[in-house]
C-alpha cells in the first residue's frame, strides 16, 4: 500500500531564511510525488511534482523540492521565507505499479505541515 | 473560466439524514476524486473514479457513496451509516492517474 509522512506537524521559521518541509514516502513502483499549499478554509493549490528527471524540481512561488530515491525523499524547499509563505503544506503520492490495476490513480496525502513564517 | 465547482460551500444537516454534496468539473478530466479533510488527519481518500461509471473506494469509504455518470459530474452521498460526518470535504480532478489533481473549494458540512 502507498504511504507518505510528514514528520513534522509544524515548522516555524524566520522571514528570510530557508525553510524546508519533510515528506517521506512509501510505494512499490516508481514515485509519482506531488506538493499542495492550503490556506484557511481553501481548496488546495498544486506547487510542483516530481515524475522522473531531475531530482530537482522547480514549482510555483519560488518553491522547489529534491527528490532523493534512497532516502524515499521528497522534501519541500525554499531559499528565502516570505510570512505570506505561512500556510498548511502536503505531500502527496501515486505509485506507477497500480497502472492497469484497480488502485490506479489513487492518490495519497500526507498528514500536512503547518509552516509559520515570522516577521 | 475552468475550474472545479463544489457547492453549496457550507452545509447544515440534521443527524440521520443522507446529504449529497456537489462536484462539477469542465476541465474534460478522466479522474475525479472525493477527500474528506479532519483537523490534524490530513486528508483522507474516500472514493475515486477514472471514467465515468466506474469508480473505487479509498480508504474511509463506509457510510459514504458516489456516482459518475458523467465525465464532468461525481456526486458524494453522506448516508446516515456516516458515523462522525461533520467534516471539511474536498473535491478534485486530474487528466490522467498520473497527473496532478486541482481543487475545489470544498464544502463544510456540520450535521447538528
Known amino acids: 500500500a502507498q504511504s507518505v509522512a510528514q514528520p513534522e506537524d509544524q515548522v516555524n521559521v524566520a522571514e528570510g531564511n530557508p525553510l524546508t518541509v519533510k515528506c517521506t514516502y512509501s510505494v512499490s513502483g516508481n514515485p509519482y510525488l506531488f506538493w499542495y499549499v492550503q490556506y484557511p478554509n481553501r481548496g488546495l493549490q498544486f506547487l510542483l511534482k516530481y515524475i522522473t528527471g531531475d531530482n530537482l524540481v522547480k514549482g510555483s512561488y519560488g518553491f522547489e523540492a529534491e527528490f532523493n530515491k534512497s532516502q524515499t525523499s521528497f522534501h519541500l524547499k525554499k531559499p528565502s521565507a516570505l510570512v505570506s509563505d505561512s500556510a498548511l503544506y502536503f505531500c502527496?503520492?501515486?505509485?506507477?505499479?497500480?497502472?492497469?490495476?484497480?488502485?490506479?490513480?489513487?492518490?495519497?496525502f500526507g498528514q500536512g505541515t503547518i509552516l509559520t513564517v515570522h516577521p | 473560466d475552468g475550474g472545479i465547482t463544489q457547492s453549496p460551500k457550507y452545509l447544515f444537516r440534521k443527524e440521520g439524514q443522507n446529504v449529497t454534496l456537489s462536484c462539477e468539473q469542465n476541465?474534460?478530466?478522466?479522474?475525479m476524486y472525493w477527500y474528506r479533510q479532519d483537523p490534524g488527519q490530513g486528508l483522507r481518500l474516500i472514493y475515486y473514479s477514472q471514467i465515468v461509471n466506474d469508480f473505487q473506494k479509498g480508504d474511509i469509504a463506509e457510510g459514504y457513496s458516489v456516482s459518475r455518470e458523467k465525465k464532468e459530474s461525481f456526486p458524494l452521498t453522506v448516508t446516515s451509516a456516516q458515523k462522525n460526518p461533520t467534516a471539511f470535504y474536498l473535491c478534485a480532478s486530474s487528466l490522467t492517474g498520473y497527473t496532478e489533481a486541482f481543487f475545489g473549494q470544498g464544502t463544510r458540512l456540520t450535521v447538528v
Open positions: 502527496a503520492v501515486r505509485d506507477s505499479n497500480n497502472a492497469g490495476g484497480t488502485s490506479y490513480g489513487k492518490l495519497t
Open positions: 476541465l474534460n478530466h478522466d479522474a
